[in-house]
């Protein structure tokens, strides 16, 4: 019996708009983040008076707790399909410590090549440039893609890359890589891989052949605050790791340090028991829906909202043909309205959340923009001006498990108002700091002063 969608602690709370009502909040922001499954809320509610200090407790409190993240620790493994093996996962605070974590650890230097792809979030972009190492990229085509062999032209392009650091699904189209060929071409080249799986993680099995996986519980229905870093022992058991601190040690002088043996020794001070446990439960709810109705679900989904979107007349949607299966994101441009505006809109006029901007993905939108050079120089000449106001982007709307048909129906009525129901009830005034559009007027709770820098989007 399908048991989707399945709906989040806060779904459906009242917001007010501009005409004076109160509307249900519809988020179609899960690309960004997820509220929690109730499951997970009523988990860490219960595990609450029980929590203690872990691994060096003797109270009995400390026993429970050091049980439950350990436990949490094992359903993160076996999530990631490395039980049985001599993986550890890695509790850390989302994808992006994991992934510079990762990069601190594996002590590449300017001999070492990194691939990766234009395609990548900021997180599997930037933790690269800090270090010492020499970048090939692979390049996508208009529609935001790319192939085997395209990865697999870089990884032979010159001396033999050092690691292959690839997202498992996009965050600003939904494109699904055929990231298990890819493992496998790279591993056929001697090419270790680690995957960013902070998108695919809540849709897709993790691909169990990467050598390093990483994903956040905020993007899974837990929002507490943890992620995790799965990968070999032996990656992590020399050297001193990326956060020096207590728990981390088995000897300690002023001359001498012995760090104790991994996944410990990558988890100095006192860790996110809290959010290690949320994501436990959140591993478990979606186990216990099961990846047939959980992918049947999305693709469903998915087409509902790509089709409804790019049918709508002076909407382009960005990204794959509507043939092809992604996750539930569709990521789109409106003929003569900023991103902002439309975003702003939607949230003002009819109590929707989306994302706008470039989705900490630059790189990947001014592609699938198609943006000349000219206007590329021009927006950053902006931006180092601190004007944000003719920053280029797009609007996201992206949904999950919390998400049904009339959610889309409802999204898809509002971008058609928006785009053809003529002027805006009030004018929008938009802020050059953050390039961010606000109703001008005095309407509670959209007047001047409640206004604050708050979500502006255009960060990133």
Known sequence: MATLPRPLVGDGSPVPCLDGTERPYLSFDAAASTGALPAVADRVQSFLPMYSSVHRGAGYKSQLATDAFEEARASALRFAGRTGGDDVAIVCRNTTEAINHLAYRLRLDRDDVVVTTVVEHHANLLPWTRLPVQRRFVDCDLTGRFGVDDV?????HGVRPALLAITGATNVTGWLPPIDAIIEAAHERGVPVAVDAAQLAPHRPLPAGADFVSWSGHKMYAPFGAGILVGPRSAFADGDPFLAGGGAVDLVDLDEVVWTDPPEREEAGSPNVIGAVAL?????????IGWDELVAHDIELAGALRRGIAAIDGVALLGPPLEETTLPVATFVVEGMPHALVAARLSAEHG????HGCFCAHPYLI??????????????????NRDKR??????????????????????????????HGGAAPVEYEQD??????????????????????????ARG
Request: glycine share 10%.
């Open 280 to 288: 436990g439960a959140a591993v478990e709810e979606l186990e216990a």
């Open 352 to 355: 929707i959340g989306v994302r």
């Open 390 to 419: 003719r920053v280029p982007g797009a609007v996201r709307a992206s949904g999950g498990i919390f998400t049904s048909l009339a959610d889309v129906d409802r999204l898809v009525a509002a971008v058609t108002e928006i785009v």
């Open 432 to 457: 050059p700091a953050t390039g961010d559009y606000w109703p001008a007027g005095d309407t509670a709770p959209w007047s001047a002063g409640d206004r604050s820098l708050g979500a502006s989007c």
């Open 367 to 384: 592609r699938l923009l198609g943006l000349p050079q000219a206007e590329i120089e021009r927006y950053r000449d902006d931006l180092r």
């Open 152 to 156: 697999v032209a870089a990884l032979e």
